[in-house]
């Protein structure tokens, strides 16, 4: 099939209203949408009003690149990637997309020629948050990726009402606030009634013989809900092409409740209808046990459902029959939220499209890839059975199929082993029988990978060991990446302007080639004072804006140590406390030690339901106060709490750090990403041998970058003789006064006792291994206070950071997915 709008349509010119990209025509844009989009007396317009007028003048400079991707998904020589993801953290759109169609400049002018600030129209924009930290992000820095590699490529998500809370800091304490983020309308989405979905939910089977007298089963639901799909553009960087971010929001079916209406039960048809919508109401927090649990599986059918259909419907409108829908779309599964997807593809070829189970197997194998993303055994999907059966009662029956077919393979490669075939089986049998959505993935899936090569390693020795042992070949590396568009040119222009003076502009799209031409200039005197400049604007920048969120006045002038990620115990930031209060104890003792003047930032969401994360944020906040308000610490530390860490927050943060804080456990992080974003913005690392960190290190250079903590082998030595974290305290002089003050009362007088479920988990259990871990952290905090005074040379191995990043840039990691992964040539 061969579409031709593109040549119907009229080429853009410079100065087009539509679609020109000059000032002049840029202005008359805003102009006409303050006018004809939104009825608005320039005079009388608000901020938001600009701010909208503003975002539809620059969509409407995507749909010509739109139009080359539709094209693209309608070529049947080319693969899509369906990339199916419950959380898309994408960040605020509009500065993105002005640098990636490089109107960036000429809209400022713009903007200005009309008595605006391009500044305060940026802020204006509610950021969608539509995902909980880093699986979200990554999706996000995936769709960026795509894009700018020319890879046709579907985004499919949930339009969650509601995304991630908004966190507001009281009395130290952190307060959930819901998201509108949809409550002034979103500008960039564009609404597609026509391609809705219908999605089922519940009922029975039962069998039957079709026209051909043949036995199928058929599915008797007893709810039916519609997915409606918004389409939001993802700009490729300057290229003519865009990503395409489809995400679904449930609504009722118009004739479902058309019999409650005939019959005069207007209020069960409305109650339907609040149901349905129920399903996209609600992005759920992480580590929220148990509860919500029926609208968390309803969410994830739902949307990948949803995505299946038009996936179905894509392939078909490119004149092919279904037999060869692999060769049309490879689908990422990011972690075991869309695992359903595999019995639902199941469902749609055999039943709705009468295909034979063993061909429908081969294409749904073909499809199918599944990213790993964690090896905390809680974060394990499981769904008890009887549950999972009363929503998806066929898709329950599938899964018996799949496993049964499959453990008679395991018995056939493994005779007389009844032990493996209970291990892999998709059916947890123990106790509560339930299924391992990440065992119906690893089934399914031609290849799955983990996201860092320690995590890899760890997934092939732990979790998947049994699926390792039987298909080696299945298992592939793709370590995360971030994208140097957001991460760095849009977030950090300072140092996006001073690399582009130095080695020009082809770094932003060829990291890997090109940023490590920065290297030789870290010998460069007059180059790292550049560099400085740099960091130390925006460290000033960052400081005026703790200053407007916190009231608290941080110098800019002291080392700026930074720890921003979701609040987790296995991510230690109260061992990052521990720290804190050893240097406070040693001014306590010794008011005149000269030490390295430190500000310590925090950021990060603890989920509503974490009682601990929660106090861990409280504990910051805590010894903050006290800390803050000591004249014999003045000028030499502060602690400060960032409130509601996200994307546009991050922006802001990144960029100033000079210390990144990457202390997980070893062996709990699966590769994290933040510490890509810190290092390519020249902060230092502290860190474990965890996740990419492991990675980071051997890139930057081992002398580059700061090493503590035991290693995944000695975390499990430990454990296996036996760890007792009291030791370390009654050991450990200067970590027993730390815990003392804590236990004390001296950072909360208000309430003694405040902090002794946190100290008694330490003392007694330490889950995460912080005792164990204290005397190294804070032995190479010692050395980074000392490496900090010969600035010189801190600004050396800062510059040597950042040139040594360029296999962190997700281009990277996209580039190994087509090629490992998805067999997908890449495009323009
Ligand atoms: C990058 C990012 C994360 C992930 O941070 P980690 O340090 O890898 O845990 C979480 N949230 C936001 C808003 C981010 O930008």
Known sequence: MKLE??????????????????????????????????????????????????AYTVRDRMFGHWMNVVQAIADPQRKIVGYLSAEFLMGPHLGNALINLGIHDNTRAAVAQLGLNLDDLLAQEEEPGLGNGGLGRLAACYMDSLATLGVPALGYGIRYEFGIFSQEIRDGRQVEKTDKWLRLGNPWEIHRPELSCTVNFGGRTEWFHDERGRLRIRWIPNRVIKGVPYDTPIPAFRKDFIGILRLWKSEAVESFDFQAF????????VDEKVVS???????????????????RLAQQYFFV???????????????????????????????????????ELMRLLVDEHDMDWCEAWTITRNVFSYTNHTLLSEALEKWPLPFFGHLLPRH????????????????????????LASRLSIIDEGGQKS??????????????????????????????????????????????GVTPRRWMVLSNPKLAGLLESAIGDRWICRFEEEIEKIAPLADDPAFRNHWREVKRGNKADLAGLIHERTGNTVDPDTLFDVQVKRIHEYKRQHLNVLHIVTLYNRIRRNPNLDITPRTFIFGGKAAPGYAMAKLIIKLINDVGAVVNRDPDVAGRLKVVFFPNFNVKNG?????????????????????????MKFSMNGALTIGTLDGANVEIREAVGPENFFLFGLTVDQVNDLWGRGYNPRRYYEENAQLREAVDLLYSGHFSPDHQARFVPLLDTLLNHDPYMLLADYQAYIDCQDQIAAAYRDQEHWTRISILNVARMGR???????????KDIWRIRQGV
């Not at 853009?12 to 989009?37: C, M, P, Q, W």
Request: hydrophobic content about 40%; glycine content about 4%.
């Open 651 to 675: 922006q802001m943060i990144y960029p100033a750090a000079e210390l990144s804080e990457q202390i997980s456990t070893a062996g709990k992080e699966a590769s994290g990403t933040g510490n």
């Open 277 to 295: 919508e129920t399903v996209s109401k609600v992005l759920y927090p992480n580590d929220e046990p148990e509860i919500g649990k029926t609208l």
């Open 396 to 419: 329950l029956e599938i899964i018996y199929e799949i496993n049964h077919r499959f453990l008679e393979e395991v018995r056939r490669h493994a005779p007389g082993d009844d032990g």
């Open 808 to 818: 962190f840039s997700s281009d990277r990691s996209i580039r190994e997915y087509c």
């Open 435 to 480: 299924i391992r959505m990440a065992h119906l993935a690893s089934v399914a899936g031609h290849r799955i990978n983990g996201v860092a090569e320690l995590h890899t390693k760890l997934l092939s020795r732990t979790v998947l060991r049994d699926f390792h042992a039987i298909y080696p070949d299945r298992f592939v590396n793709v370590t995360n």
């Open 5 to 54: 709008a593109k040549e119907d349509f009229p080429p853009a010119t410079e100065n087009d209203a539509r679609s020109g990209n000059s000032v002049a025509a840029i202005r008359k844009s805003i102009l006409d949408h303050i006018h004809f989009s939104q009825a608005r007396l320039p005079v009388m317009a608000t901020c938001n009003d600009w701010y909208v007028a503003l």
């Open 262 to 269: 005939n019959v005069g039960d207007y209020y069960k048809a």
């Open 305 to 343: 459902s949803c995505a299946l259909q038009d996936m179905i419907r894509v392939h078909l409108i490119r004149g092919k029959a279904l037999d060869t829908f692999h060769e049309s779309f490879a689908v990422q599964l990011n972690d075991t939220h869309p695992a359903i997807a595999v019995a």
